[in-house]
């Protein structure tokens, strides 16, 4: 991914520091990427409910011959639970069009330990069919000698799961986690995620786990190998996972603010985690991207300015709040130096 500094937008919500390589130049986004690497929690779906504009504009993504993939670093559900659950709330989805964690701990893992192999697992049902389908057998008790320990989160997991895989791995047993996120999007607001429950084990052994989800690498092949995508765009809702393992991987991302990610986070993000396209929601898929431009010592998008001076970020204008946003953002991020961003969100109208 290149890392130009320019931002850019689409008239519903997207914006980009430049490495696109061209692609946003060829149209929509839809038609710009052949494969929307999409996760679930905050973007497609929170909880039991869909997120705004998702049902309707992935199923017209589709119509404009985008193919769509569900990539999550949940991995509690097997694909077939997830699907189900997404055609529960209105979108088209086969197991094979999901893409977990799980998924891709069970493939690290099964490149580590013999075939038939017996793995501890701590979490959910997506983890045991993960590792069922290559030859290896779930255990739940550090006694049956487990080759390896594979955790991910659970709605259920307790003490005595997190404490057999604290006996595992003490014993120096090869240890996967699916994936390190601290927190996880839910109805009622921010709840533990896995790496809060890796955090445990990690504290009863001083051991380090090999972590296969988002912003690492295993999730990011996983999917590629199973959607076979050539130009893909990463689209979720947080900098620390979906954004930053595109960037991880080379490739473009849009970041959508219907999850974790907020503004202010979003004008601090680092050189890593900065997303080529921001939008309010999905809607952005639909839609042409306009790039900021640099006019002076400002950036400019719609009817907004972004200006650096002396350190402290200013922005002036009216319109559009994701547009001043996008210039904003622009403005921050081409700083070479820490930058005041306070006050600027709520200049914005967020």
């Known amino acids: 991914m290149?890392?130009?500094?320019?931002?850019?937008?689409?008239?519903?919500?997207?914006?980009?520091?430049?490495?696109?390589?061209?692609?946003?130049?060829?149209g929509e986004l839809a038609r710009a990427y052949d494969v929307a690497l999409l996760d679930l929690d905050g973007v497609v779906y929170t909880g039991a409910r869909a997120v705004p504009h998702a049902v309707q504009v992935l199923g017209e993504a589709r119509r404009r011959g985008m193919g769509?993939?569900?990539?999550?670093?949940?991995?509690?559900?097997?694909?077939?639970?997830?699907?189900?659950?997404?055609?529960?709330?209105?979108?088209?989805?086969?197991?094979?069009?999901?893409?977990?964690?799980?998924?891709?701990?069970?493939?690290?893992v099964a490149?580590?330990?013999?075939?038939?192999?017996?793995?501890?697992?701590?979490?959910?049902?997506?983890?045991?069919?993960?590792?069922?389908?290559?030859?290896?057998?779930?255990?739940?008790?550090?006694?049956?000698?487990?080759?390896?320990?594979?955790?991910?989160?659970?709605?259920?997991?307790?003490?005595?799961?997190?404490?057999?895989?604290?006996?595992?791995?003490?014993?120096?047993?090869?240890w996967v986690a699916s994936n390190a996120d601290l927190t996880i999007p839910t109805e009622r607001g921010i709840a533990p995620g896995n790496g809060a429950l890796v955090g445990v084990v990690r504290a009863a052994t001083g051991a380090e786990p090999v972590v296969a989800g988002k912003p690492e690498l295993p999730l990011h092949r996983e999917t590629i190998l199973r959607t076979g995508a050539r130009r893909p765009l990463v689209v979720g809702d947080r900098l620390d996972?979906?954004?930053?393992?595109?960037c991880n991987g080379g490739v473009d991302s849009l970041l959508v603010l219907t999850g974790v990610t907020t503004p202010q986070g979003l004008l601090a993000a680092g050189a890593g985690q900065r997303p080529t396209f921001v939008a309010e929601d999905l809607r952005a898929l639909l839609a042409a991207?306009?790039?900021?431009?640099?006019?002076?010592?400002?950036?400019?998008?719609?009817?907004?300015s972004a200006r650096v001076t002396e350190g402290a970020l200013a922005v002036e204008g009216s319109g559009a709040r994701i547009d001043g946003l996008r210039a904003a953002c622009a403005a921050a991020w081409a700083s070479d130096a820490p930058v005041d961003t306070s006050g600027v969100v709520e200049r914005l109208g967020w």
Do not use: M
Request: hydrophobic share 40%; charged share 20%; with cysteine.
């Open 111 to 174: 490149e580590r330990v013999p075939e038939g192999a017996s793995v501890l697992v701590v979490g959910g049902e997506g983890l045991e069919v993960a590792l069922r389908e290559h030859g290896l057998r779930p255990v739940r008790s550090a006694d049956e000698e487990p080759a390896a320990v594979v955790q991910g989160f659970a709605a259920d997991v307790g003490w005595q799961a997190l404490t057999e895989a604290s006996y595992a791995v003490a014993r120096g047993v090869f």
């Open 68 to 108: 769509i993939a569900f990539v999550t670093n949940n991995a509690s559900r097997p694909p077939k639970a997830v699907a189900e659950h997404l055609v529960e709330l209105g979108v088209s989805a086969e197991p094979e069009d999901v893409v977990t964690s799980a998924q891709a701990a069970a493939r690290v």
């Open 289 to 304: 991207p306009v790039t900021a431009r640099r006019e002076g010592d400002a950036w400019v998008c719609g009817d907004w």
């Open 2 to 26: 290149s890392k130009q500094t320019s931002a850019s937008a689409s008239g519903s919500g997207s914006a980009t520091t430049g490495g696109s390589d061209g692609a946003a130049d060829a």
């Open 241 to 246: 996972t979906d954004i930053e393992g595109a």
